[in-house]
Antibody, heavy 118, light 110 residues
Framework: EVQLVESGGGLVQPGGSLRLSCVAS????????MNWVRQAPGKGLEWVAK????????YYVDSVKGRFSISRDNARNSLYLQMNSLRAEDTAVYYC???????????WGQGTLVTVSS | QSALTQPRSVSGSPGQSVTISCTGT?????????VSWYQQHPGKAPKLMIY???KRPSGVPDRFSGSKSGNTASLTISGLQAEDEADYYC??????????FGGGTKLTVL
């Protein structure tokens, strides 16, 4: 059974940093592109970042470029999102999602809530 | 890229059929056959219901079907059941490794 389990969310002040983690199981993690997708409270879904199977390619939505960094450790079946210079508008539930293909996501974690507030 | 346009809400009675539309442009929905639909119950993660416009992942009931005409994709749920009550989001590949999501539609089963 495919499982994705996120952790690391919490309350952080504007300008602060947070590192999210996602541990994968039930599939060959190193064979898939992985993504972070977020959902602000009461709002829709927004793709945040993606990383290639071997970590050699990374892409970000414009609003987080230069502030967020996606990475992975295939030996630990883990995906990460380092978030710096956080803003109120980054407040959201962050989901780890496996890419099926062509920007379609077939498995999602349960999400971790990030709240940016003073 | 602008978000895809979905109705804010739709409703139907048990056993009926409902259709949710998702309108984009020739740069996303109309340009690629990579439209997907996600079901999200309150407080839960999204679940893939349809991909590649009309394909169903294993385990998704055949009551759920997808289609596309021009720049508009549609999700049809037939034989509506109480557990279908949820939010539904469409998404489309938009070229250059970009994805665009719809704003979501709340389905109410009366």
């Amino acid at each position: 059974e495919v499982q994705l389990v996120e952790s690391g969310g919490g309350l952080v002040q504007p300008g602060g940093s947070l590192r999210l983690s996602c541990v994968a199981s039930g599939f060959s993690f190193s064979n898939y592109w992985m993504n972070w997708v977020r959902q602000a409270p009461g709002k829709g879904l927004e793709w945040v970042a993606k990383i290639k199977e071997d970590g050699s390619e990374k892409y970000y939505v414009d609003s987080v470029k230069g502030r967020f960094s996606i990475s992975r450790d295939n030996a630990r079946n883990s995906l990460y999102l380092q978030m710096n210079s956080l803003r109120a508008e980054d407040t959201a539930v962050y989901y780890c999602a496996r890419l099926l293909w062509w920007s379609q996501y077939d498995y999602w974690g349960q999400g971790t809530l990030v709240t940016v507030s003073s | 890229q602008s978000a895809l346009t979905q109705p804010r809400s739709v409703s139907g009675s048990p056993g009926q059929s409902v259709t949710i539309s998702c309108t984009g442009t020739s740069s996303d929905v109309g340009g690629y056959n990579y439209v997907s639909w996600y079901q999200q119950h309150p407080g839960k993660a999204p679940k893939l219901m349809i991909y590649d416009v009309s394909k169903r992942p294993s385990g998704v009931p055949d009551r759920f079907s997808g289609s596309k005409s021009g720049n508009t994709a549609s999700l049809t749920i037939s034989g509506l059941q109480a557990e279908d009550e949820a939010d539904y989001y469409c998404s489309s590949y938009a070229g250059s490794l970009h994805v665009v999501f719809g704003g979501g539609t709340k389905l109410t089963v009366l």
